[in-house]
């Protein structure tokens, strides 16, 4: 399975400030998805980012909030702009792994960027 | 919202098989049963995913019930290090891939 690394791995950030997270992954891949989990919670899925065209956003996220960019098949960065103590998660990145000829696609996830907000 | 629902919590004795349960009952035809883990805050793992057929791999086996509502993650000797949530998803393979996650069966494993 491909290979996702985050970046940071954690972070402590002060409240109207951004962050941006980096995902690069050591094979080319069409899907990447970020995704967050607020403390005790399960994953929420943010946007998918694709190559090549704006990220498309699930309902709740908007752009101005969680801008994406995704210059290349390898690599995808998640901002967290204007942060505030809400925005207190971990947030992950998947790649999608294409399973080529007979069977279905399968997800892998990154280690995740732990994000506490002051 | 999730498709499936899971218990919230399940124990297990180290070396015993773990069986954990999940419903599904508006699964549709063309949809796959993914499981994954997730340990202490860490990304979640791929564990296995199957259709309509049992599986089989180097973690664990997936049953599912021939009217595809129901399925079974079967970890057959489990270790402390098995001590994770585990979610079950329903969704469509390809480029459509979205997970929704539910909240999860949380397993310990105990000594």
């Known amino acids: 399975s491909a290979v996702i690394s985050q970046k940071p791995s954690r972070d402590i950030c002060q409240r109207g400030t951004s962050l941006t997270i980096q995902c690069q992954v050591d094979?080319?891949?069409?899907?990447m998805f970020w995704y967050r989990q607020q403390p005790g919670q399960s994953l929420t899925l943010i946007a998918t980012?694709?190559?090549?065209?704006?990220?498309?956003?699930e309902s709740g996220f908007v752009i101005d909030k969680f801008p994406i960019s995704r210059p290349n098949l390898t690599f995808s960065t998640l901002t967290v702009s204007n942060m505030s103590p809400e925005d207190s998660s971990i947030y992950l990145c998947?790649?999608?792994?294409?399973?080529?000829?007979?069977?279905?696609?399968?997800?892998?996830f990154g280690p995740g960027t732990r994000l506490t907000v002051l | 919202d999730a498709k499936t629902t899971q218990p919230p919590s399940m124990d297990c004795a180290e070396g015993r098989a773990a069986n954990l349960p999940c419903n599904h009952s508006?699964?549709?035809?063309?949809?796959?049963v993914y499981w994954y883990r997730q340990i202490h805050s860490q990304g979640p793992q791929y564990i296995i995913h199957?259709?309509?057929n049992n599986e089989t791999n180097e973690m664990a086996s997936l049953i599912i019930t021939e009217d595809r509502k129901s399925s079974t993650l079967i970890l057959p000797h489990a270790t402390l290090r098995d001590t994770a949530v585990y979610y079950c998803?329903?969704?469509?393979?390809?480029?459509?891939?979205?997970?929704?996650f539910g909240t999860g069966t949380l397993l310990a494993v105990q000594p």
């Open positions: 998947s790649v999608e792994e294409l399973a080529g000829g007979f069977g279905t696609d399968t997800q892998y």
């Open positions: 094979s080319q891949v069409t899907m």
């Open positions: 980012a694709n190559q090549g065209s704006e990220a498309t956003y």
């Open positions: 508006t699964i549709s035809g063309n949809e796959y």
């Open positions: 199957g259709l309509k």
């Open positions: 998803i329903v969704c469509y393979g390809g480029a459509t891939n979205k997970l929704i």
